[in-house]
């Protein structure tokens, strides 16, 4: 059993019978209440999963296994010499909960790289497509592709035990990961390059080799790639893309079934799709204005003009968080430590001055602070990357590594299908009228 594996099933082992115990003893206590706004608005807040990998906090933002964005920069392993955290590092912590050391950390690459090799029918199902096929719509269809190498699918039809359901999804789990940035920069050469792809580089990380084979070949966006993959990577279950990831696999469909499910979920505008959506409102903003350098004036006018027209300020808010995303803060520190001179990253500043006024003064938005989305494409854009529609791709294959992680804890720890209860308008409207009655009575 390799490293990796061996500590997680000690540690799942280890959690799985406290598990056991803490429903057997403490199995009816009751952990919240469900409002009718909950029960019609999309079951937000509603406790009801466990999600081992991470968890949000609506002041702090983002902890992966506790510990910030700015904690990880400190005490996950880099290249010599790197800035950024090396994504690998994450993965090891979040399906462990220990922060790895150099040596663990190459091993996950040397794995990922070992594991590698996409199937060719995949390559041919991609040319089979039009190229103006939306990024996202090939990205899921190839990962759906893959799934003849599921290792759990095929272990299952020979009558696997349920006790080995997380090995084999381990497995799948490495594979998959190991594959998709060769699988995302394949479609992004074949969108945007005429098909001119490049071959990987076997002694680079995960991130620069995918960084190398999107073919922008600069020190620093590689070093960008190794941020941006890591901080994109989870954010507590509750999302969509990771709920749906852990719902679909809760039927026991396999790794790849489960994450083509979450990527159909954050290609949608109200989740992924959004760091699409803001550097095209830019672009428009931009373009509308006739200028690339904006003052804030203009920008507050436009803002505004927007809102009136009834229309939202893309990358800003969030379902849960209450103060600037912390991976927007990130992201903006990456920009101020190795960028300058750029008119773009200077209008998300502008923006960031300008836009929560102007949010705050409509007197109905929880949270008019930027998200993650409202800077990343401003510096994808600086490095060359201008394809926008490509960028939900580079997010789903960060994401991967959180919702896959879970997945294996999912299996570990034996969770059954999701089968919430659902009821009509006519039910809700027959129990108003139980508890009037019982009131008065």
């Not at 799942?12 to 803490?22: D, G, I, P, Y």
């Not at 937000?44 to 964005?69: A, H, Y």
């Not at 489960?258 to 550097?279: D, F, K, R, T, Y």
């Not at 959180?402 to 059954?416: I, K, T």
Request: charged content about 25%.
């Amino acid at each position: 059993m390799d490293p990796l594996k061996q500590k997680f099933f000690e540690k799942s082992s280890k959690l799985k019978a406290e598990v056991k115990s803490l429903l057997k003893e403490k199995g009816n206590t009751k952990v919240d209440e469900v409002t009718l706004k909950q029960v019609f608005g999309g079951m937000r807040g509603v406790k009801s999963m466990i999600w081992e990998t991470s968890q949000l906090d609506p002041i702090n933002g983002i902890r992966f296994r506790g510990k910030s964005i700015p904690e990880l920069r400190e005490l996950l392993p880099r290249v010599p010499g790197g800035k950024e955290p090396l994504p690998e590092g994450l993965f090891w912590l979040m399906l462990t909960g220990d922060v790895p050391t150099e040596e663990e950390v190459k091993w996950v690459s040397s794995q990922w790289m070992a594991r590698a090799t996409v199937p060719q029918h995949t390559f041919d199902v991609l040319d089979s497509l039009p190229v103006d096929a939306h990024p996202m719509s090939q990205f899921s269809i190839a990962i759906v592709s893959m799934q003849t190498e599921s290792v759990f699918a095929k272990r299952y039809s020979e009558g696997m035990s349920k006790l080995d359901h997380w090995d084999a999804t381990y497995e799948d789990t490495m594979n998959l990961i190991a594959k998709l940035p060769r699988v995302a920069a394949y479609i992004y050469r074949r969108s945007y390059h005429n098909g001119d792809h490049i071959a990987p580089d076997t002694t680079l990380d995960w991130g620069a080799n995918f960084a190398h084979m999107l073919g922008i070949k600069d020190a620093d966006f590689t070093s960008f790639m190794r941020l941006y993959l890591t901080i994109h990577s989870d954010h507590e279950g509750g999302n969509a893309s990771a709920h749906t990831t852990h719902l679909v696999g809760s039927t026991l469909s396999d790794s790849y079934m489960s994450l083509a499910g979450g990527m159909n979920s954050l290609a949608g505008p109200l989740h992924g799709l959004a760091n699409q959506e803001v550097i095209k409102w830019i672009f428009e903003m931009l373009e509308k204005l006739g200028t690339k350098t904006p003052s804030k004036d203009q920008i507050r006018q436009y803002v505004k003009d927007t809102l009136a027209a009834r229309k939202v300020i893309p990358g800003y808010g969030h379902a849960v968080l209450r103060e600037p995303d912390p991976r927007f803060v990130e992201q903006k520190r990456f920009a101020k430590d190795n960028i300058s001179g750029s008119d773009v990253i200077d209008v998300v500043w502008k923006c960031f001055d300008v836009v929560p006024e102007e949010l705050i003064a409509l007197g109905k938005v929880k949270n008019p602070w930027p998200n993650v989305d409202a800077h990343s494409g401003a510096i994808l854009v600086h490095y060359g990357m201008t394809e926008y529609s490509f960028y939900t791709v580079l997010f789903g294959v960060s994401r991967a590594m959180g919702v896959l992680a879970a997945l294996c804890w999912s299996r570990a720890l034996g969770f059954p299908l999701e089968r919430p209860k659902s009821v009509t308008t006519k039910w809700v409207n027959e129990f108003l009228e139980k508890q009037k009655a019982e009131a008065t009575s």
